[in-house]
């Protein structure tokens, strides 16, 4: 598994944010949840490596008023990746050997897919962030869909790391891909998914004017050059998800 050389040694911005969202445990392992109970469309957002983020929040939070139920799994059992532990990048093969890979984080995603199952959830789609956008790969499989007992319908993919050829080939639904100029040409790999009875829903749009995290932990949302992307993507993410998980 090999990341983004940004999303290893570029640390999180501080941002101020005051959710408001609701927050439950179980299991020893927190779940925030945006957007009102009720609805019928579930999201499971995968955050990045520095985990419950205030920007990403924030994100949910405007997701979960688009008309969603969001359910954000804390996948890093309140041990996310921080400026500390970047600087001396000693937690690179740590958390790529003990932490990143689906068999250390399926069963927390199927926990958030049965508790928006639990509340009336019909359909549910995953969007991911720099490392979480592999697990988002990885739920979208033949596999993972046996295994998490229902389908996730469709993906967004935001300025992903660690994907693989392999990740395209095993898709099971729609992809929704924005990389930004410090993630890899994906056009080989793109075409893989779209040459799928599903491709024709699946889109690509690269945001060459920005970095690596600008729509979750590393982005400024305080400069309009990158809200106003930001904003676009989620836009985006919402158009996306109405359309593949209402199909």
């Known amino acids: 598994m090999s990341f983004v050389s940004a999303c290893c040694n570029t640390p999180p911005v501080e941002a101020e944010y005051k ?14 949840f945006a957007g009102e ?8 957002f995968c955050y990045d490596i520095f985990g419950f983020h205030s920007n990403s929040l924030q994100v949910a939070d405007i997701l979960g008023r688009s008309g969603f139920r969001v359910i954000i799994p804390d996948f890093l059992r309140g041990d996310p990746i921080t400026a500390e532990k970047m600087s001396n ?32 959830v019909e359909s ?7 490392w979480g956008a592999k697990l988002v790969m990885s739920a979208l499989t033949e596999e993972s869909e046996k295994f998490l007992g229902t389908s996730v319908k469709s993906g967004v993919l935001i300025h992903p790391s660690a994907l693989e050829k392999e990740d395209f080939v095993n ?8 990389p930004t100029k410090d993630e890899p040409d994906f056009t080989g790999s793109f075409a893989i998914a779209k040459a799928k009875p599903f491709g024709e829903m699946s889109y690509m749009e690269r945001f060459d004017n920005q970095i690596h995290g600008f729509c979750a932990a590393r ?15 989620i836009q985006m993410t919402v158009g996306f998800f109405k359309k593949t998980l209402l199909a």
């Open 124 to 130: 549910v789609g995953a969007v991911g962030f720099c």
């Open 219 to 233: 982005g400024d949302f305080s400069k309009p050059e990158v809200s106003g992307d930001v904003n676009r993507a």
């Open 19 to 32: 959710p408001t969202g609701e927050t439950s445990k179980k299991d020893n392992v927190e779940y925030y």
């Open 89 to 120: 990048g000693t937690w690179i093969p740590e958390f790529r050997a003990n932490r990143a890979a689906w068999e250390h984080n399926k069963d927390i995603f199927r926990a958030a897919v049965e508790a928006l199952r639990t509340e009336g």
């Open 37 to 44: 109970k009720g609805n019928k469309i579930g999201i499971v």
């Open 171 to 178: 898709a099971t639904g729609p992809i929704l891909l924005l």
